[in-house]
Structures are given as structure tokens and as C-alpha cells.
């Protein structure tokens, strides 16, 4: 690879997330070793050693620091942000005051820790000394985030400053929040002396379970295993038609799994697949692009999601595992589509794979390995859980033990066997000759490198009897663990098995890993422990001044109360925000404001929309943000590597993500897609009508099916793709989803539900804050036997019936609906609040009925562009 384009995207990621100051020996021995300390105090706050040694030594302060953990990470975000990345063009030195800012902002973070307990005897009593480390502490932060994330983030947090401080003084606000303002004392000790604003939860979830999926990302990537992702992808797909655009898709897919970076994940991924997209007949846009929009797709796959899957695992309020569920299909999907709009610019181009030694591997055979892998994966892990469980009588609770003797025999193994093949070199992308390396030798090669990722998912998502599946914190700390003992060992144990020769070199260099690891997984943190830290600022204006109240009533205001108009400028909102916001600060800023509008306008339009359908909503629209131009980084690294322009690259990467942007919209209103209350059955039909419907709708953007598509060709692949993908609208058409009843008909049909059976019960009452009338609507689900009455009121819903109205009284704290209702209508005001109807599912034919009519005009379509067919499908 050529040295320009090279320095260009490393300088690019340096200043995006790692920070790109060099500022002498010393100032980076600094940087150095405030990296290797984070890094070595995440693993052991995630450890027992705080325990037990709390325990051996009798000092309570090596447990007590678990629960001050946030102060200290926060600190060393802040001590990193401020000596790493320059300001005002100090690239080569350190100036004084960064010196005095870095101080100070580790003064004012541990503060809280020293003076733990004086604070907690004067609680919302704050002194002179509490109020100006809070003020230091929130001005350092401010800096810092500028630095590490630019200005966007910066004003939207002095904008909520500036609500909280001076919102009182607004009527409408007034009206809208009775909120009347706050002083400094009040606002300095609720952002920064508790942990409702900076350290709040963003900042805990960066503290407990970000950092070390990060780290253990970084332990990988420098252990060899990101090249070994890359190499198995060339060698897997790189022969085929357009071999390394699809290479690079299948090698982001799997980088981007355990990388919290889009753009470290185009320049990691990108240095080596891009040449060789432009070498096989790609334009250095397209090339670019093709990265752009795979390594920025990493973020939307299980388990890391550019550490949004945590955040959601608090802000939804579901299990890790759930998360998980929810955001596979959609992942895999676009994926493959992705990859079947790369196969679909290969034939548009007429353009060939790389040359490959041996014997070819054909789309057939890929699909046989994926699926024997698959299976061997599963067929591992059934033996294992049989084991484990058949030794559980003989050893309970120590079943883990064999286990890990298991995994220790499987990894010497596969070392042994990597030894008897070349190491995996990293390839020069630029060379004279570029080929497909052989599969088998890259394939065993490396595959050691997939066992901790194994022990990672093991722990996240096996479960039986007898075994629970551990945290995502405790997860990741084992995962970790594994992967630090693989950096150490294998480059040495590869040795040994060579014959014990330059064994003292290889251990040296497995030890360099494991060093450079631990700093990479530190600066790779220092923009996200920055960015919750300032998301916790907008967080914390939120539940200080109930902003989200002003926010939704003007989104609604201009939306109509129209739930499609809603979420088409709340994706407006996301990309716009995207674009100057890190991923996981852009979704943390828009779920807070937007997501309780979006529930709150699709309710009053008698749609049930999901938490967590809104929160993936946003979250998709954020990470499209970092190939939208003018401003998607992530186009600017691959045009770095690329030498294409980067608007251009931005612009063509857009347009392969549109079929990303589709689904989103899915989430709201065909919730199957994420395999909410689907069984395993219908989710394999789910996955394969949803897979081939997003085929068509790549097709259909790219104006390329079989052969060249005329435009009422792609007008009827639409048409299919909407079918498929909503097959209900059509069903609406015909008969009614819904039988709606009133009055006593209302209380009938509560009463003929079945256990569990689901209804929609429309509610009308005046609104807290406005006391003009407003509605929504609730699920409700009745276990409990006896009449229609009875069954509301075991929900919370007291209701009595009165001049053939149903009048509805104020739900009691605890039950299922008193956030909903009580928090949201006037119980006591001038109209009564009551039930306006009831809505029971209708008896009708199942909606996918209509899948039959949009594949018969897909046939068509087949028909009429096969005698236009120039070259084979593949």
C-alpha cells in the first residue's frame, strides 16, 4: 500500500477516536501509561480480586472502588482526551493550560470518591467546594468532548444547559413542564454531585460493559485476529465475481461485530480490501463506498452494535439476550443484501474475482460450509451443555472446570494445527499479482482466534437448567481473559510445536500484542467514555426540566399527530444529529427525546409500537449518519484509502445503505421483523420472506435484476418488496384487523378474552398538561377469571359504568399503567377520563395469503427479463 493514502486514514482515526497528538517521548510514555493503568483498573473492577482481596487484607477500599468505578473512568477519559487530542493546533506539544485542564478534571472527578462521605451527609446541601469541583468538572468535560468529538455535541449540550438554567423564564416552557427554572447550586449537584446527569447511567453502562467488549476488540484485532477475518473472507469469496467487494463485506461484517468504530473498522478492513476492489475493475468511489457501507453495517450486528446494545439493555429495560434476538435478523439481512447489491455491480461492470490456487469454491459450496459450520458450531456447543450437565450430580456448581479443560485441550489443538501451515501474513494489497490465498491453510491457520469470541457467545446466550447465562460485564471479562491468554501464548506455542526455535522472540512479540492490545482498547474508549459522559448531560436536563415534554410537543405540532410524518423527521433528526455525533451519543440524545414521542403519537393512533422497535429505529438512522455527506467520516477514511473523492464515495455508499434505511420502518409496523413474539417456525419465514423481499428492493435500487430493469419493472419489484414486507395492508383492504366495541359490548369482550388474550383499549382524558381532551391506547392482557370489569380492575383499571360511558378512575402507583396514565392525563379535571372503546382482534384469513400474488409477479418479472439476460445470474 502506498504511504499518502496510508498516513491520510490512520491520521483520520487518530483524530476521529484514538487521539492524534505526538508530542514527544515523554508526553506519549504519559499517554502510554494512562492507557495500560484504564485498561488493567477495567479488568479488575470486572474481576472477584476487589473481593477477595477486601477479604485477605481486611481494607474495605478495594471492593468500595467497584462502586465509585464511574468516577474513576470518567477520569481517565477525561486525563486521555485532554493530553491526547490537541486543540487549537497543538499537535507537538503539550501546552500549560492542557496540563491545568488534565489536572483539574481528574481533581473534580475524584473528588466524589475522597469526600464520598462528607457528600453523603449533606445531601442537596452542596457547599462552595462541591459546587466549584462540579463546575470545573462540567467545564473540563465541555473541552474535553470538543476535542475528542468535535463541536456538534458540545452545543447541543450548552443548549440544554441553557433550558435547565433559563427555561424558567419562558411561559411556554412553563406551561408545557411547570418547570421554573434552576439555580446553579441545584443544576451543578444534580449533573455532577449525584448520578442523575453525568454519571449517570450511559456513563455506568461505558463503565461496566463497553470498555471491555472495546478491549477485547482491541486484544483480537492485535493479536492477529482481524487480519485472519480478512484473510478468510478473501480466500472464502474473493474468486467469485466482484470477489473482493464481497470479501470486504463478509470481513466488516465479522470485525464489525466486536468493534465499537465504523471508521476504525473502514481503515482496519479498508487498508487491504479497497486496492484490491480497484484492482478487479471497481472506481475508487465505489470501492470506497462498498467499505464505507460494510464496515458501517458492523455496527448493527450482535454483540458489541457500537455499544448501543448495552445502552439499550438499560434504557429498554430487557434482558441482554432479548437485544440480541431483536437485532440479528435485521443484521443478516442487510447484509446479504449488501452483498447481493456488490454481485449486482459485478455484473453491471461485467467484472471477474481474483485468480486462486487450487480448486475453485463455487456459491454452492459456500453455502454448504456456512451451513457445516453452523451446525458444527451447534453441535460443539449441544456436547458441551450435555457434558457440563451429565457431570452436574457428580460436581455441582464445578461443572466449569472440565469445561475449561475442554477448551484449553481444544485450543492447544488448534494452535498444533496452525502450526503445520504459514503464519498468516499481513498482505501487501498493492502487489504486482494479487490472489485468493487457498482456504483450508487460512482457514486453520487462525481458527484458535474464534475461541474466545466462542466463550463470549457461550457465556451471553447459553442457558439451561443447570446453567445461567452470565452478564454481558462478566461475559466480556471472560471472553477477555481468554483472548489475553490467546495473545500471550500463541505466537510462543506455535513455536514449540515448529520445533522450540526462536521461541524467547515469539514470546516477546505475543507479550507486544497483548501490551499494544491493552493500549488500543484504552484509546479506542476515550471518545465513547467522553461522549456518555456528555450524553449523561442532555440525560440529565431531561429529567430536570422534562424537555422531552417541549421537544415532543414540537415534533407533534409539526408532524400533525401523523405517526409517518413522525418518524420521517425523526430519521431526518438522527442523520442530521449523525452526522457531527458519535453513534452511541446520537442514539442516547434521540431515543431520550424522541422514543416516548413516537410511542406516545403511534398509541393515540391505535398503534402498540414496541420500546424497543423506536430504540432500534433511532439507532439505524444514527449509524447510516456516518456515510452521509457532507460530514460521514467514515467516507472520508475510505477516500483517504481510496484517492476518490470523498462526497462522491459518501453519496454512492448512501445510496447501497438506502436498503438499510427501509428497515427501520419495518421495525414500527411489522414488528415480526424483530421476532417479537414470533415462534421458531414463523421466524424462519420471517427470515426468508424478509431476506428475499430486501433482494428485491437492492435490485430495484440498482435498476438491475436479471438483466437492465425498465422503470415499470422496478415500479413492480416495489410492489413486491411492500408485499412481502407488509402483507397486513393489503388484508386491512379487505376486512378490518380490529372488531371495535363500546360501552357494555366493551366490558362483553374483555370478559371473552381468553387467557392471555390480547386488547386494545382506547382511552380518552385531559391531558396534564394542556387540559384539552387527548387519547391513547393500551395493550392489555388478562390472566385473572370473571367478568369484563373484574379483569380490568386485576390490571389496575378501575372502571364504572355510568350513563353507558365507561368512566375511568386514576390507576394506583404500582400498577402496570400509572406511568402511562397518571403521569399523562388530568384524573381530576372538568371531563372524566374513560375507556372510548375496546378493540379485539378480528377472525380473519392469515395475511400471508398475499405472499402468493406478489410471487406470481415476481415470476413475471423473471420471465420478461430473462430473454434480456447478457451473462449468467453468477
Known amino acids: 500500500?502506498?504511504?499518502?493514502?496510508?498516513?491520510?486514514?490512520?491520521?483520520?482515526?487518530?483524530?476521529?477516536?484514538?487521539?492524534?497528538?505526538?508530542?514527544?517521548?515523554?508526553?506519549?510514555?504519559?499517554?502510554?501509561?494512562?492507557?495500560?493503568?484504564?485498561?488493567?483498573?477495567?479488568?479488575?473492577?470486572?474481576?472477584?480480586?476487589?473481593?477477595?482481596?477486601?477479604?485477605?487484607?481486611?481494607?474495605?477500599?478495594?471492593?468500595n472502588i467497584v462502586a465509585q468505578a464511574r468516577y474513576v473512568h470518567l477520569a481517565f477519559a477525561l486525563a486521555l482526551a485532554t493530553l491526547a487530542f490537541p486543540v487549537l493546533g497543538?499537535?507537538?506539544?503539550?501546552?500549560?493550560?492542557?496540563?491545568?485542564?488534565?489536572?483539574?478534571?481528574?481533581?473534580?472527578?475524584?473528588?466524589?470518591?475522597?469526600?464520598?462521605f462528607e457528600i453523603a451527609q449533606r445531601p442537596g446541601l452542596w457547599s462552595t467546594t462541591d459546587l466549584v469541583m462540579s463546575g470545573i468538572g462540567m467545564v473540563v468535560l465541555?473541552?474535553?468532548?470538543?476535542?475528542?468529538?468535535?463541536?456538534?455535541?458540545?452545543?447541543?449540550?450548552?443548549?440544554?444547559?441553557?433550558?435547565?438554567?433559563?427555561?424558567?423564564?419562558?411561559?411556554?416552557?412553563?406551561?408545557?413542564?411547570?418547570?421554573?427554572?434552576?439555580?446553579?447550586?441545584?443544576?451543578?449537584?444534580?449533573?455532577?454531585?449525584?448520578?442523575?446527569?453525568?454519571?449517570?447511567?450511559?456513563?455506568?453502562?461505558?463503565?461496566?460493559?463497553?470498555?471491555?467488549?472495546?478491549?477485547?476488540?482491541?486484544?483480537?484485532?492485535?493479536?492477529?485476529?482481524?487480519?485472519?477475518?480478512?484473510?478468510?473472507?478473501?480466500?472464502?469469496?474473493?474468486?467469485?465475481?466482484?470477489?473482493?467487494?464481497?470479501?470486504?463485506?463478509?470481513?466488516?461484517?465479522?470485525?464489525?461485530?466486536?468493534?465499537?468504530?465504523?471508521?476504525?473498522?473502514?481503515?482496519?478492513?479498508?487498508?487491504?480490501?479497497?486496492?484490491?476492489?480497484?484492482?478487479?475493475?471497481?472506481?475508487?468511489?465505489?470501492?470506497g463506498a462498498v467499505e464505507v457501507a460494510s464496515s458501517t453495517n458492523g455496527q448493527l450486528t450482535p454483540p458489541v452494535m457500537g455499544a448501543a446494545a448495552f445502552l439499550m439493555v438499560e434504557y429498554v429495560n430487557i434482558p441482554y439476550i432479548e437485544v440480541v434476538k431483536h437485532a440479528f435478523l435485521p443484521a443478516v439481512i442487510?447484509?446479504?443484501?449488501?452483498?447481493?447489491?456488490?454481485?449486482?455491480?459485478?455484473?453491471?461492470?461485467?467484472?471477474?474475482?481474483?485468480?486462486?490456487?487450487?480448486?475453485?469454491?463455487?456459491?454452492?459450496?459456500?453455502?454448504?460450509?456456512?451451513?457445516?459450520?453452523?451446525?458444527?458450531?451447534?453441535?460443539?456447543?449441544?456436547?458441551?451443555?450435555?457434558?457440563?450437565?451429565?457431570?452436574?450430580?457428580?460436581?455441582?456448581?464445578?461443572?466449569?472446570?472440565p469445561a475449561?479443560?475442554?477448551?484449553?485441550?481444544?485450543?492447544?489443538?488448534?494452535?498444533?494445527?496452525?502450526?503445520?501451515?504459514?503464519?498468516?501474513?499481513?498482505?501487501?494489497?498493492?502487489?504486482?499479482?494479487?490472489?485468493?490465498?487457498?482456504?483450508?491453510?487460512?482457514?486453520?491457520?487462525?481458527?484458535?482466534?474464534?475461541?474466545?469470541?466462542?466463550?463470549?457467545?457461550?457465556?451471553?446466550?447459553?442457558?439451561?437448567?443447570?446453567?445461567?447465562?452470565?452478564?454481558?460485564?462478566?461475559?466480556?471479562?471472560?471472553?477477555?481473559?481468554?483472548m489475553i491468554i490467546v495473545a500471550l501464548t500463541h505466537r510462543p506455542l506455535k513455536a514449540l510445536f515448529r520445533g522450540g526455535t526462536a521461541m524467547a522472540g515469539e514470546t516477546a512479540a505475543g507479550f507486544a500484542d497483548f501490551v499494544s492490545g491493552l493500549v488500543s482498547g484504552a484509546r479506542n474508549m476515550i471518545g465513547i467514555g467522553v461522549a456518555t459522559g456528555a450524553a449523561g448531560i442532555i440525560v440529565g436536563t431531561i429529567s430536570l426540566t422534562g424537555a422531552h415534554q417541549i421537544i415532543g410537543q414540537v415534533i407533534e405540532t409539526i408532524s400533525g399527530g401523523n405517526l409517518m410524518i413522525l418518524l420521517i423527521l425523526v430519521a431526518i433528526l438522527s442523520l442530521i444529529l449523525g452526522?457531527?455525533?458519535?453513534?452511541?451519543?446520537?442514539y442516547i440524545v434521540v431515543s431520550s427525546l424522541m422514543a416516548p414521542v413516537i410511542v406516545s403519537v403511534g398509541a393515540q393512533a391505535g398503534l402498540i409500537v414496541p420500546l424497543i422497535a423506536v430504540h432500534m429505529f433511532v439507532f439505524y438512522f444514527g449509524i447510516l449518519a456516518d456515510d452521509t455527506p457532507p460530514v460521514g467520516l467514515a467516507a472520508y477514511a475510505a477516500a483517504a484509502i481510496s484517492r476518490g473523492d470523498p462526497?462522491?464515495?459518501?453519496?454512492?455508499?448512501?445510496?447501497?445503505?438506502?436498503?438499510?434505511?427501509?428497515l427501520p420502518f419495518m421495525f414500527i409496523f411489522n414488528t415480526d421483523l424483530l421476532l417479537i413474539d414470533v415462534g421458531f417456525l414463523h421466524a424462519i419465514l420471517v427470515f426468508c420472506v424478509s431476506l428475499v423481499a430486501m433482494l428485491l428492493f437492492a435490485a430495484a435500487t440498482q435498476g438491475y435484476f436479471i438483466a437492465k430493469s425498465r422503470w415499470w419493472e422496478t415500479a413492480a419489484l416495489l410492489l413486491v418488496v411492500f408485499t412481502l414486507f407488509r402483507?397486513?395492508?393489503?388484508?386491512?383492504?379487505?376486512?378490518?384487523?380490529?372488531?371495535?366495541?363500546?360501552?357494555?359490548?366493551?366490558?362483553?369482550?374483555?370478559?371473552?378474552?381468553?387467557?392471555?388474550?390480547?386488547?386494545?383499549?382506547?382511552?380518552?382524558?385531559?391531558?396534564?398538561?394542556?387540559?384539552?381532551?387527548?387519547?391513547?391506547?393500551?395493550?392489555?392482557?388478562?390472566?385473572?377469571?370473571?367478568?369484563?370489569?373484574?379483569?380490568?380492575?386485576?390490571?389496575?383499571?378501575?372502571?364504572?359504568?355510568?350513563?353507558?360511558?365507561?368512566?375511568?378512575?386514576?390507576?394506583?402507583p404500582g400498577t402496570p399503567f400509572f406511568e402511562s396514565l397518571a403521569n399523562e392525563f388530568d384524573f381530576y379535571g372538568d371531563d372524566p377520563a374513560r375507556i372510548v372503546a375496546v378493540r379485539v382482534e378480528s377472525d380473519r384469513m392469515p395475511k400471508e395469503v398475499f405472499f402468493l400474488p406478489a410471487f406470481l409477479l415476481l415470476g413475471l418479472i423473471v420471465l420478461l427479463q430473462r430473454p434480456r439476460a447478457t451473462q449468467p445470474a453468477f
Open 579 to 586: 452526522m457531527g455525533l458519535p453513534t452511541t451519543a446520537n
Open 142 to 287: 465541555l473541552v474535553a468532548t470538543f476535542r475528542s468529538l468535535g463541536l456538534p455535541l458540545v452545543v447541543i449540550c450548552s443548549l440544554f444547559l441553557a433550558l435547565a438554567f433559563f427555561g424558567g423564564y419562558s411561559a411556554w416552557i412553563g406551561s408545557l413542564t411547570n418547570y421554573g427554572g434552576a439555580s446553579f447550586s441545584k443544576a451543578m449537584g444534580h449533573y455532577w454531585m449525584q448520578t442523575e446527569g453525568v454519571f449517570g447511567v450511559a456513563l455506568g453502562v461505558s463503565t461496566t460493559m463497553i470498555f471491555l467488549f472495546v478491549l477485547f476488540g482491541a486484544l483480537l484485532e492485535k493479536a492477529g485476529g482481524g487480519n485472519w477475518f480478512i484473510k478468510v473472507a478473501i480466500a472464502l469469496l474473493g474468486a467469485l465475481r466482484g470477489g473482493p467487494a464481497k470479501a470486504a463485506v463478509l470481513s466488516s461484517m465479522m470485525t464489525g461485530m466486536i468493534s465499537g468504530s465504523s471508521i476504525a473498522n473502514t481503515v482496519t478492513t479498508g487498508t487491504f480490501t479497497i486496492p484490491l476492489m480497484k484492482r478487479i475493475g471497481f472506481s475508487p468511489e465505489k470501492a
Open 727 to 812: 402483507p397486513g395492508f393489503w388484508l386491512d383492504r379487505i376486512a378490518p384487523e380490529f372488531q371495535s366495541f363500546e360501552g357494555a359490548a366493551a366490558i362483553e369482550a374483555i370478559a371473552g378474552l381468553p387467557p392471555g388474550g390480547a386488547a386494545r383499549v382506547e382511552v380518552e382524558a385531559p391531558d396534564f398538561d394542556t387540559g384539552k381532551l387527548s387519547g391513547t391506547t393500551l395493550l392489555v392482557t388478562p390472566e385473572a377469571a370473571g367478568d369484563g370489569l373484574a379483569r380490568l380492575d386485576a390490571l389496575g383499571l378501575s372502571v364504572l359504568e355510568e350513563d353507558g360511558q365507561l368512566l375511568l378512575e386514576e390507576p394506583f
Open 334 to 401: 442487510s447484509y446479504i443484501a449488501l452483498l447481493y447489491i456488490v454481485h449486482l455491480e459485478s455484473l453491471k461492470m461485467g467484472l471477474k474475482g481474483l485468480d486462486k490456487p487450487g480448486r475453485a469454491i463455487g456459491v454452492p459450496m459456500i453455502l454448504i460450509l456456512f451451513l457445516t459450520g453452523f451446525l458444527g458450531m451447534a453441535a460443539i456447543t449441544f456436547a458441551v451443555i450435555g457434558i457440563r450437565m451429565a457431570l452436574e450430580p457428580l460436581m455441582p456448581g464445578e461443572t466449569v472446570y
Open 647 to 662: 462526497i462522491k464515495t459518501g453519496l454512492v455508499g448512501f445510496s447501497y445503505d438506502i436498503r438499510t434505511a427501509l
Open 1 to 63: 500500500m502506498s504511504e499518502t493514502p496510508q498516513l491520510s486514514a490512520q491520521e483520520m482515526v487518530a483524530k476521529a477516536d484514538t487521539g492524534g497528538r505526538r508530542a514527544g517521548p515523554a508526553v506519549s510514555g504519559l499517554i502510554f501509561a494512562l492507557c495500560i493503568l484504564w485498561s488493567l483498573f477495567q479488568l479488575y473492577i470486572a474481576s472477584k480480586l476487589p473481593g477477595v482481596l477486601a477479604q485477605a487484607t481486611g481494607i474495605s477500599d478495594f471492593a
Open 404 to 482: 475449561l479443560v475442554l477448551l484449553g485441550l481444544a485450543y492447544l489443538g488448534l494452535v498444533w494445527l496452525a502450526a503445520r501451515y504459514p503464519d498468516i501474513e499481513v498482505d501487501d494489497p498493492d502487489a504486482p499479482v494479487a490472489t485468493a490465498p487457498r482456504l483450508t491453510p487460512t482457514l486453520l491457520g487462525g481458527a484458535y482466534f474464534a475461541l474466545p469470541i466462542f466463550v463470549l457467545v457461550w457465556n451471553l446466550m447459553v442457558r439451561t437448567d443447570t446453567l445461567d447465562r452470565l452478564s454481558p460485564a462478566l461475559s466480556a471479562f471472560w471472553a477477555t481473559i481468554a
Open 90 to 116: 497543538h499537535r507537538d506539544r503539550v501546552p500549560a493550560y492542557d496540563w491545568a485542564l488534565a489536572i483539574l478534571g481528574v481533581a473534580a472527578c475524584l473528588y466524589l470518591i475522597v469526600f464520598r
